[in-house]
T-cell receptor, first 115, second 113 residues
Framework: DTGVSQDPRHKITKRGQNVTFRCDPI?????LYWYRQTLGQGPEFLTY????????KSRLLSDRFSAERPKGSFSTLEIQRTEQGDSAMYLC?????????????FGPGTRLTVL | AQSVTQPDIHITVSEGASLELRCNYS??????LFWYVQSPGQGLQLLLK??????LVQGIKGFEAEFKRSQSSFNLRKPSVHWSDAAEYFC???????????FGQGTTLQVKP
């Protein structure tokens, strides 16, 4: 296994368009997280899945954002009617469950630019 | 509310010099603390973590960090910096039930030759 992968790595879109990003976690990891990172800031939590269940969503995740993880494997993050403020790096991470928490492995991210 | 503060946005050190990056956290219970490094074009990589026990933890690449409960701090140190250490460093605290991470805003490390 080569780690967490994300596709695409870069996306440029016009304001008002819809975009979808994909994350493929490490195969045995049943926890999956999405974060958003804007320039000069640390990543901010967006949402969390355990298997196929979306268990937590941040207030940052407006109605225009939706995430899915069908069958508990890969995940998609869709942004509808994109706005310039959505421009950011979208990071995906996965981990095994546990308390204390196990290490989260991060993907390389998808950089979104909204024109 | 849980939060992490990294007071230094940018630090420059000479190669071979020692390094300390500061991190302060706000968390009600015993925190789970992490340091991650992000190099340009690379994903976040875990350097080290603290859950309990010995307050001085060792990580990869020669880094260590010390947990000080009385100061709510988890500072990252390295005795001798290498040019390849130039990157952005993030301190994070984990929300125990879900494991989600709350990050500080990061410290950019520049290494002078």
């Amino acid at each position: 296994d080569t780690g967490v992968s994300q596709d695409p790595r870069h996306k440029i879109t016009k304001r008002g368009q819809n975009v979808t990003f994909r994350c493929d976690p490490i195969s045995e990891h049943n926890r999956l997280y999405w974060y958003r990172q804007t320039l000069g800031q640390g990543p901010e939590f967006l949402t969390y899945f355990q298997n196929e269940a979306q268990l937590e969503k941040s207030r940052l995740l407006s109605d225009r954002f939706s995430a899915e993880r069908p069958k508990g494997s890969f995940s998609t993050l869709e942004i509808q009617r994109t706005e310039q403020g959505d421009s950011a790096m979208y990071l995906c991470a996965s981990s095994l469950p546990g308390r204390p928490p196990n290490e989260q492995f991060f993907g390389p991210g998808t950089r979104l630019t909204v024109l | 509310a849980q939060s992490v503060t990294q007071p230094d946005i940018h630090i420059t050190v000479s190669e071979g010099a020692s390094l300390e990056l500061r991190c302060n956290y706000s968390y009600g219970a015993t925190p789970y603390l992490f340091w991650y490094v992000q190099s340009p074009g690379q994903g976040l990589q875990l350097l080290l973590k603290y859950f309990s026990g010995d307050t001085l933890v060792q990580g990869i690449k020669g880094f260590e960090a010390e947990f000080k409960r009385s100061q709510s701090s988890f500072n990252l140190r390295k005795p001798s910096v290498h040019w390849s250490d130039a990157a952005e460093y993030f301190c994070a605290v984990s929300s125990g039930n879900t494991g989600k991470l709350i990050f500080g805003q990061g410290t950019t490390l520049q290494v002078k030759p």
